[in-house]
């Protein structure tokens, strides 16, 4: 041991000494500055330059590309988001940061287009049905890109079909009891089967409120508008006549009908929760009877059960006494009303409906009437079309029968809306009338009962 501190400590005096003594040279030399020369040689050695160039390269072009590289962000977010759409459908959620990736409070997808009017991502629910697929129309019509989410229960994808190659169209199979996560900046919900023999069938309450629950928290997350479509069954069998939207309707909790009339009034309350409560933009709709092309042949509601029997020879079926009343409008008026009421500052509930009413049986002579003018398929100039109508009705359509069968339970005695507030408010009011509705929609139900296979279909 002490050999080896001896031999250490010889090093170490080897190592000091010389230097000590060599004053000549001194290593601190080396730490001057260098001469030209020898920068270029240390420079050129190596590969040194080479490195640094590519150095300076690739740092020009990063920040050459930086400006278009944050333009594309936005655009590059919303298709991250668009295609996040499909893993909705099938796999689970996408993460919360897939949908936050462009920007705050969730309004990634808010992609300005053009100078004009920004295109408008909308969300429509139940979107292959009757009213939602008419809606659709209107939206894409109009140069927003939509997105339909249906279960398909009673809507069809047939109503969609000339949709189908659109690039500013996406169909999703969903029900809507199930959350989903979409990026968009309005969500009209339609979502709910509205035949009384559709929801009798099968009650939907929990779609009203598992659905509508979904949808609103949606809204809020996302930040979007959110319209829901109550009914006018929110009134039960009404005690006020014509009935106004501050009238708190007569409804039986209890009854086949409840499922409905409460989970719609169920529904307008979650609605104004998350409205006063989260500060959801909310709209609400009080629908009163719609008719209409595209309505399933088989609905069970009256104007098409009327049609349908019409066409297809069968006694048109009267509940009752048929003395009941409805006001009936034309789908192309309840689309309008809708939409007049997404873009329109006030929360509602508004009604919309036509404020026209009939009894079953005059209805029953209606439909009979029309059928057997559009049947014979002569034009009928504009002018006489009123006189015309007027004149046939009288003239029973000898293929035409009545049947009478007993009533269902809780069925509302009376219905008309009172309109003055969505007249007031949206500016909007229906324009087309029964005789003039009617036979457009004889056309469509024509074809498709013509059609064999649709008709099998349905
Ligand atoms: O074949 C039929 C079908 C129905 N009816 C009667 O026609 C009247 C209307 O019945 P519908 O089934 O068309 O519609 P309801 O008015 O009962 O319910 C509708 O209300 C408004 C909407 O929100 C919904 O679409 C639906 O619930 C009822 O009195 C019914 O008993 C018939 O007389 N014959």
Redesign the pocket.
Known sequence: MKQLHKQMSSKRDEETIPMSQSSPYSPKTLKHPRSLPRSLHYLFREQRLLFILVGILIGSTFFILQPSLSRLGAAESTSLITRSVSYAVTDSPPSRSTFNSGGGGGRTGRVPVGIGRKRLRIVVTGGAGFVGSHLVDKLIGRGDEVIVIDNFFTGRKENLVHLFSNPRFELIRHDVVEPILLEVDQIYHLACP????H?KYNPFYKTNVMGTLNMLGLAKRVGARFLLTS???VYGDPLEHPQKETYWGNVNPIGERSC?DEGKRTAETLAMDYHRGAGVEVRIAR????YGPRMCLDD????S??VAQTIRKHP?????D?K?T?SFQYVSDLVEGLVALMENDHVGPFNLGNPGEFT?LELAEKSASTFKMSHKETPIPCMKWELCVQVVKEVIDPSATIEF?P??AD??HK?KPDISKAKEQLNWEPKISLREGLPRMVSDFRNRILNEDEGKGL
């Open positions: 509205a035949s009384p023999v929801y009914t006018s069954e409905y629908i009163f009877n719609t069970g509601r009256v104007v059960n009327f048109m079926t009267v509940y009752g048929g009941q409805r079953m069968k009533n269902t069925d509302p219905r």
